[in-house]
């Protein structure tokens, strides 16, 4: 586990945050396919938070996409880099993510974000932040839809609809298993919608959330309860 400070010159106000965001989205790349589903690696990244001790603990969990077994695990706690901000959330943790990414022993592949990327109001959220700091195609996954407008998508597993600022489609509900509420994914970083939803579908065989998500989310809880010991 790798205890990681705030990088210097890290943004300390809303307009200093805003002003990185707007810096780095131009830098995200839409066009690309990323790697097919099923191939190579794939790692879910998570954090939890333990406010009144004001640290984050970050996990990547790299996984075999095509058997979806664990390769490799990296850890990271600091502390919370930016106050709570709606939009600007990927600024708390983005530093301690990036700490247990760069500890991975092998390459990351695809990393899955349990959050958003275009889906963000400035379309800039924490799985298009990653991609480009890290150079990674990166998607998002989200358990709702943030601000954003959707017509539930059909009942069978693989069912979508479009996720709507206004007319703009800025992700996709995605239904990953029949009948169950769905998920909301959105492209982070080198990767487009088609294939986000594929990767997404690939990696729920058998639960609603990513197995990416499922394994991170259950390590960076870990990792924060021996933190805090």
Known sequence: MT??????????????ARAVQDELRARVTLDQPGPPPGT????????????????????????????????ARATAVGRVSFPYVPGLLAFREIPTVLAALERLPCPPGLVVCDGYGLAHPRRFGLASHL??????????????????????????????????????????????????????????????????????????????????TRAADALCRETLREATA
């Open 131 to 212: 991609g480009v700091l890290a150079g990674l195609p990166t998607i998002g996954v989200a358990k709702n839809p943030f601000t954003f407008t959707y017509d539930d998508p059909g009942t069978p597993r693989g069912s979508t609809s479009p996720l709507l600022a206004g007319t703009e489609e800025v992700g996709r509900a995605l239904r990953t298993r029949d009948g169950v509420k769905p998920v909301f994914v959105s492209v982070g970083h080198r990767v487009d919608l088609d294939g986000a939803c594929a990767h997404t579908l690939a990696l729920t065989p058998a639960y609603r959330l990513p197995e990416t």
């Open 40 to 71: 190579g690696h794939v790692t879910g990244v998570d954090v939890a938070y333990d406010d009144e001790r004001d640290l984050v603990a970050a996990a990547a969990v790299v996984l075999d996409a095509a058997r979806l077994t664990v390769v």
């Open 3 to 16: 205890t990681v400070r705030i990088p210097a010159g890290w943004p300390a106000t809303e307009d200093e």
